[in-house]
């Protein structure tokens, strides 16, 4: 029972044997590894991506985490990064060359757009951005160069949903890969792989940790894909996560169930009280009967998780500001996925970068952590009313 949910996360890869026996897997916290003969080191050298040689390569740690993120994933394999930015870009970059054209979802994770419309360019990699909420769209993109289709399924703030299934059976019609952001969902939540998608990319950052206290990334996909991302992107560009890191991540999927549960559960809640408040004019939420897509987050995702945004029915900038300032609970912070409730709004982030200046100055992004959903429906109450 190898794919049983708290098996992998309790037991899987940790053979606790070769750690003296410890319950909780040691932190390998070597740079390099040791071997008694010339010819053990030359066998090793053969298997870098399976057998301890050097920590930027492989890590026994890092190794039990590359097994469950696997498993957790459907796919062959795994590769941990020291960040979610770093996963995606090693992924896009390995099955990308110049001359090739890439489709991307629009308004995706910031750095993955920026991945995509400024590094790439420079080396002659052409893109399109579309909008996934149509799968046609991918299709009627296709130029005869097209080599990677990009998706985040909900995509980044505006939680726009891509058919996974469709979108995946128009790229294998052509001969195109599929690469999914799944951080939204986390693997517990949605199946990208299950659904035909070749590779699914996290930042382990959010949920997958979720405690707000380390950055790292995840690729999976199958066991030739990941050999060629390992011998190639991986080890030139040096990505790898720390073995101290990778143990945090470990304790965190322990308990990955459990803050979902209570993070989805509470969003819901919370999403149905600013559905209904005067001052809230739209909450982009799969999870609300009301939300366009909402059947199609019913068909691909078990469950809707606790990150969404919301427009305020407000005049300016400065009663946005009022809002957001005065909310107690929800810390004005980037990131999510952590056991505390966050804020995040677009209004700070646009103005002089020229950035997110296609989002309405209103929208406020919100993650629902793991505190009462009471006390944060108070909270947000208190703070509607200071518009
Ligand atoms: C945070 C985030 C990333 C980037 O991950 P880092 O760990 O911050 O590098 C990518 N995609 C999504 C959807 C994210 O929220």
Same mark, same amino acid.
């Not at 939204?184 to 930042?203: K, R, T």
């Given at each position: 029972m190898n794919d049983d949910l708290s098996f992998i996360l309790n037991h899987l890869g940790e053979e606790r044997e070769s750690g003296y026996d410890a319950v909780v897997p040691p932190i390998v916290q070597s740079g390099n590894f040791?071997?008694?003969?010339?010819?053990?080191?030359? =066998? &090793?050298?053969?298997?870098?991506? +399976?057998?301890?040689?050097? /920590?930027?390569?492989? *890590?026994?740690?890092?190794?039990? #985490?590359?097994?469950?993120?696997?498993?957790l994933e459907h796919a062959d394999d795994a590769l941990i990064f020291s960040s979610g930015a770093a996963a995606m870009a090693a992924a896009v970059l390995s099955f990308t060359k110049a001359g090739d054209h890439i489709v991307c979802v629009h308004k995706p994770y910031s750095w993955t757009k920026k991945l995509v419309s400024e590094l790439l360019v420079r080396f002659g990699v052409e893109h399109t951005?579309?909008?996934?909420?149509?799968?046609?769209?991918?299709?009627?993109?296709?130029?005869?160069?097209?080599?990677?289709?990009?998706?985040?399924?909900?995509?980044?703030?505006?939680?726009?949903?891509?058919?996974?299934? =469709? &979108?995946?059976?128009?790229?294998? +019609?052509?001969?195109?890969? /599929?690469?999914?952001? *799944?951080?939204?969902?986390?693997? #517990?939540?949605?199946?990208?792989?299950?659904?035909?998608?070749?590779?699914?990319?996290?930042?382990?950052?959010?949920?997958?940790?979720?405690?707000?206290?380390?950055?790292?990334?995840?690729?999976?996909?199958?066991?030739?894909?990941?050999?060629?991302?390992?011998?190639?992107?991986?080890?030139?560009?040096?990505?790898?996560?720390?073995?101290?890191d990778a143990w945090l991540l470990i304790r965190g999927l322990r308990t990955l169930p459990l803050r979902m549960e209570r993070s989805a559960t509470s969003a819901d809640k919370v999403a149905r009280f600013l559905e209904a408040h005067a001052k809230v004019k739209r909450v982009h939420w799969p999870g609300l009967e009301s939300h366009p897509q909402h059947s199609l987050a019913k068909k691909q995702m078990k469950r809707v998780a606790g990150l969404m945004s919301i427009e305020l029915d407000a005049p300016d900038v400065a009663a946005v500001e009022r809002f957001c300032d005065n909310l107690k609970n929800f810390l004005i912070a980037v990131s999510w996925g952590g056991y505390e409730s966050l804020q995040w709004p677009v209004c700070a982030l646009q103005g002089p970068s020229g950035y997110y200046t296609d989002l309405p100055f209103t929208m406020v992004r919100l993650y629902v952590g793991l505190e009462d959903a009471d006390r944060l429906i108070a909270d947000l109450e208190q703070a509607l009313a200071k518009i």
């Open positions: 040791t071997y008694p003969t010339v010819a053990a080191m030359r =066998a &090793v050298v053969q298997q870098e991506m +399976d057998r301890p040689l050097y /920590t930027r390569g492989y *890590n026994p740690t890092v190794a039990i #985490l590359r097994k469950k993120i696997a498993a951005f579309v909008d996934g909420t149509d799968a046609e769209n991918y299709r009627k993109a296709i130029k005869p160069n097209t080599s990677l289709f990009i998706l985040e399924s909900p995509n980044s703030l505006t939680f726009e949903l891509q058919d996974l299934s =469709a &979108v995946a059976a128009i790229a294998k +019609d052509h001969g195109i890969l /599929t690469l999914c952001d *799944n951080s939204f969902s986390s693997p #517990l939540y949605q199946n990208p792989i299950a659904l035909g998608v070749d590779m699914v990319v996290h930042s382990a950052t959010k949920y997958l940790n979720g405690h707000s206290d380390v950055v790292a990334g995840a690729l999976a996909g199958s066991a030739a894909h990941m050999r060629q991302v390992m011998s190639k992107e991986f080890m030139t560009l040096g990505p790898a996560p720390s073995p101290h």
